[in-house]
């Protein structure tokens, strides 16, 4: 049975598309640094790749702390506010980059860069928050790969924008690259107040629509979480292991380039279509991802059902990159780095929605928290362990990373199987 959305109401989508835009600014301000590291380390800074590595890291650390307690703070003071502090932080140190000189080009990029992955700690925990609030459980992994996409498109810009405004001969304006998206993030500011409350209070929400949201979700009380009771769950530890995977996200996000031109010798002006190319795929596989476990379930499956064959196909589009270092065609290897972003996409849909499948709307924020410090610290370890192995022994050292990145996946999908049979959903009086 179709549902008539002109009959309900379907103001949970102009939602929907302001955390798409806020995913979007996000990861415009996240990916500069990848897609122009290459020029930053051979022609402005002459950093290593251990450098370039510890300059990651300390955007990861800085995100994986962040994350929980970015996370805590949006469950106790919600969304509306706690999107907006964590927008706010981003923009400002996102835009610091552009202050440092070469004199202390190391210290300072390690410092703003820790400052933009405390404040984009926030984003995913209010935006699938945000999703468990405004659409009914059905419905959620569609929705969250939706906004997921952003992600991709944020990444895409990256490319387009940076070369129009820094010389990729010399490396001259970097800086510009990096101020680029804070009238965005004022802009989306501002809206986001104009826009969003809780559905319930909200006026533009129509009976039907409201019933439509909470169809399948119950009455919750208002007592805070106690924080502390998520570590004792096993759902809290089967997304958190599953998000293992991140590190093979944040590999793709800040060495796909690096890879590219330290293989194949592409220049800055070259890495615009190829990213484009794996980005556009990483948007066509968050959008499909989410929607094949919304599939699955109208056509009778159970929800457990759906959402881990959902992960499985995900796994079966993403092994094929552990070849990627194994031709010399750099087409090829952008093609399978492509499908395999597709696959973390969708992978991510499906992952983040289980959050809310299982636990109540007032812990969801928290528990993405917990998950994301465990991708980043993943993350980390890969960033520190490939920036050596890259100055000992040269490029060769990718073969082990896209083997990993590759592998992962399957060690995930076993693992939530095993701690998570069936998606047994939480009692709520179990963590205040």
Sequence with gaps: MTVNTKTIGKYRYRILALIFLATT???????????????????????????????NVSFKVAYAFGLLFMGSIIDKVGVRLGYTISIAIWSIFGMMHALVQPAFSLIGFITARFG??????????????????????????FATGIFNAGSNVG??????????VVNSATGENWQFAFLVSG????????????????PQFHPKVTKAEL????????IETPSQVKWSKLFRFKQTWAFSLGKLTDAAWWFYLFWATFFLTDKFHLQLSQLALPMIVIYVMADIGS??????SKYLMTMGWTLNKARKISLLICVLFILPVCFATQTNNPWIAIILIALAAAG??????????????VFPKKAVASVVGIGG????????????????????????????????????????????????????????????
Excluded: C, M
């Design 25 to 55: 600014i996000n990861y415009l301000d996240r990916s500069i640094l990848g897609v122009l590291g290459p020029t930053l380390r051979d022609k402005v800074f002459h950093w290593s790749n251990s450098d370039y590595a510890l300059i």
């Design 344 to 357: 973390h996409q969708a992978w991510s849909a499906n992952l983040f929605t289980v959050v809310s499948d």
């Design 373 to 432: 410090l465990v991708g980043a610290l993943a993350g980390v370890v890969a960033d520190l362990s490939l920036g050596k192995v890259l100055d000992d022994s040269g490029p060769s050292a990718y073969f082990f990373a896209f083997l990993f990145a590759g592998l992962i996946y399957v060690f995930a999908l076993i693992v939530i199987q095993i701690l998570l049979p069936k998606l047994d959903a939480v009692n709520e009086k179990d963590i205040e």
């Design 211 to 218: 019933d439509y949201i909470e169809a399948d979700s119950g």
């Design 287 to 292: 959008i499909a991802g989410g929607y094949i």
């Design 116 to 141: 933009l992955g405390f404040g984009e700690s926030g984003n995913f925990p209010a935006a699938i928050k945000t999703v468990a609030e405004w659409f009914p459980k059905k419905d959620r992994a």
């Design 155 to 164: 990444a895409i810009l990256a490319p387009l924008i940076i070369p129009l």
């Design 183 to 198: 009238t965005f993030s004022a802009i989306w500011v501002f809206l986001w107040w104009r826009t969003y409350r809780l």
